[in-house]
C-alpha cells in the first residue's frame, strides 16, 4: 500500500545507546518530517526536509540528527539516548514545503523507550 | 498559554448524539486549518480541511471563526466507529501547530 513506512515499531533502548528510526515514503513526495508525541502534550516537531538535500531544526531538535537519503528516505538518528525521549515518533510527508497546506501522511509511528 | 489549545475530554457520548469540539489558536497570523483524527495506538490521519466559510463532510462540519480566533468542529449521529481523539492542527509561517487532541467516547 502507498504511505509512509516506519521501522522499527518498537525499540528498547539503555540510556546512552544509539539507534536510527527508518522512514520512507512512495508518493513521491517532497517534504519529509520527524515529529515526537507525548502524553497530554500535541506533536512536537523534531527535524523535517522541505526537499532532498535539505534539513532544518523543529522545535525540539536536541539529542537528534537526521538524514534525508534521498527523496523517499528520511531517518532519524539517536547518538546517545536518554530517557526523556521516551515517545512515540512519527515520520510524516507532504506534498510541499508549507507543510500543512495539503495535509500530512503519517507513518505508523515508533514507541521508544529508553531505560 | 499554549499555541493551541483544546479540550482534552474526554467526551462520552450514546450512539447518536451529536458532538462539538472546539479549538483556539493564538497566532492570528495563521492561515491553514485542519482536523485529524488519531485512533488509539495509531498514527493521525486527515479528517478535514477548515475552510472560513465552514465546510461539510457527511456527518461531520468545521468551521473557522478568525475574529475569535477558534475552529469547532461537529459530529451529528456520532457512531461507535467515531471513537477516537481529535486533533486541531493550524499552519501559518511555515510553522505547523497540532493541538493535544479532545477524546471522544462514543457508547452503545
Keep these: 500500500n502507498a504511505g509512509v513506512t516506519q521501522t522499527p515499531k518498537f525499540q528498547v533502548l539503555k540510556t546512552g545507546q544509539s539507534m536510527t528510526l527508518q522512514c520512507a515514503q512512495d508518493m513521491n513526495h517532497n517534504s519529509m518530517y520527524w515529529y515526537r508525541q507525548d502524553p497530554g502534550m500535541g506533536l512536537r516537531l523534531i527535524y523535517y526536509s522541505a526537499s532532498e538535500g535539505t534539513t532544518d531544526k523543529g522545535e525540539v531538535p536536541n539529542g537528534y540528527n537526521v538524514s534525508r537519503l534521498n527523496k523517499r528516505e528520511f531517518s532519524l538518528r539517536l547518538e546517545s539516548a536518554a530517557p526523556s525521549q521516551t515517545s512515540v515518533y512519527f515520520c510524516a510527508s507532504s506534498e510541499a514545503w508549507d507543510r500543512g497546506v495539503y495535509g500530512y501522511t503519517f507513518g505508523s509511528g515508533t514507541r521508544l523507550t529508553v531505560v | ?108
Design chain 2, 1 to 108: 498559554r499554549k499555541e493551541v489549545e483544546q479540550d482534552p475530554g474526554p467526551f462520552n457520548v450514546p450512539e447518536g448524539a451529536t458532538v462539538a469540539f472546539n479549538c483556539t489558536y493564538s497566532n492570528s497570523a495563521s492561515q491553514s486549518f485542519f482536523w485529524y483524527r488519531q485512533d488509539c495506538r495509531k498514527e493521525p490521519k486527515l479528517l478535514m480541511s477548515v475552510y472560513s466559510s465552514g465546510n461539510e463532510d457527511g456527518r461531520f462540519t468545521a468551521q473557522l471563526n478568525r475574529a475569535s480566533q477558534y475552529i469547532s468542529l461537529l459530529i451529528r449521529d456520532s457512531k461507535l466507529s467515531d471513537s477516537a481523539t481529535y486533533l486541531c492542527v493550524v499552519s501559518g509561517g511555515f510553522k505547523t501547530i497540532f493541538g493535544a487532541g479532545t477524546r471522544l467516547f462514543v457508547k452503545a
